[in-house]
């Protein structure tokens, strides 16, 4: 089968291509010029270069194909810099859901994220209208939206590798945060994570198959863990002993506020808000309609974790 990927040179895509060519699809990929190098090692890929920005580009990716997968995303965004939600997340997607429109793909599958919502933080609310787009759009179409996604990274980084980096490799205890003064509900929040390879799978498996169109899937693996029992689980992964201390998230937003549009501040004000929104969702039954084996969250599935 022909399939249409967007999305591809990331941490999530390498595993769709991946999943796909297991699969024996037939792999369309649009690449911007001197991102080829990205996908090395992969093979049996057809890549296309080219903006996505470009209608003919879009046009020779698509054409051909029967199925369509968007999976663009960024978790921080540099509008100075022409990187933005709005951009990436709905602009973008509503081309390429036009274009699928017009050569009547007879399936659209769109990469979102679990908790989006329309007046949620800027990268909730671009999702969501990519979402509503996508639903009025006539596609036979299917959204999933994951929690967490943690896995091995391909010269990327994951949310576990940038936790490493930025927090647990630090000779400073690690922060549970909390609003208002409130203390006790420090580091409460809850994450699903689900594997990178597991998320894969459900995309890849929901490929034309009539059962799944027209619907919305959250993804998230088979526990939830709160903040401070995820930074526990890493440590462990990592063999080092961390300390957590309760770390009130106004003055940090303040700082962030100043700081935030420079890229090596660790995090944003909207990040700040979503981790203490929490991000949980039930995939018992998914995993089991899906005939997936979920991989858990645990030390030794983030045993990637030791080596760069």
């Known amino acids: 089968m022909k399939v249409a990927v967007f999305g591809s040179t990331g941490f999530v895509g390498k595993y769709l291509l991946k999943s796909l060519i297991n699969h024996k699809h037939d792999i369309y990929t649009l690449v911007r010029n001197g991102s080829e190098y990205k996908l090395d090692g992969l093979n049996n890929i057809n890549i296309l270069n080219g903006e996505i920005t470009n209608n003919t580009a879009l046009d020779q990716t698509i054409m051909n194909c029967s199925s369509v997968i968007y999976n663009i995303g960024i978790i921080r965004q540099f509008v100075s810099k022409g990187i933005s939600f709005e951009k990436l997340h709905y602009e ?17 599958i769109l990469m979102s994220a679990n908790g989006v919502k329309l007046d949620g933080t800027g990268y909730q609310s671009t999702k969501f209208r990519a979402e509503e787009y996508l639903k009025k759009s006539g596609l036979n179409y299917t959204i999933f939206r994951p929690s967490l996604i943690f896995g091995k990274p391909k010269n990327d980084q994951e949310f576990c590798s940038q936790l490493r980096d930025t927090m647990l490799n630090l000779p400073i205890p690690a922060p549970a945060f909390f609003s208002g003064v409130n203390i006790s509900g420090a580091g409460k929040f809850k994450m699903s994570p689900i594997h990178v390879e597991n998320v894969a799978d459900f995309f890849i498996k929901s490929i034309q198959n009539e059962k799944y169109y027209n619907q919305t899937h959250c993804l998230g693996g088979l526990k939830s863990y709160n903040w401070k029992e995820i930074i526990s689980i890493i440590s462990l992964a990592l063999k080092k ?3 957590i201390v309760p770390a009130p998230v106004a003055p940090i937003k303040m700082v962030a506020f100043l700081l935030d549009r420079f890229k090596l501040f660790p995090i944003t004000r909207d990040q700040l808000t979503m981790l203490l929104e929490g991000n949980t969702c039930e995939s018992h039954e998914l995993f089991a309609d899906f005939d997936i084996t979920p991989i858990e969250f645990s030390p030794k599935n983030l045993s990637y974790l030791r080596t760069k």
Do not use: G, L, P
Not at 92 to 108: L, N
């Open 241 to 243: 002993n961390k300390w």
């Open 92 to 108: 973008y997607t509503k081309q390429v859901i036009d274009r699928a429109v017009h050569y009547k793909i007879k399936h659209f």
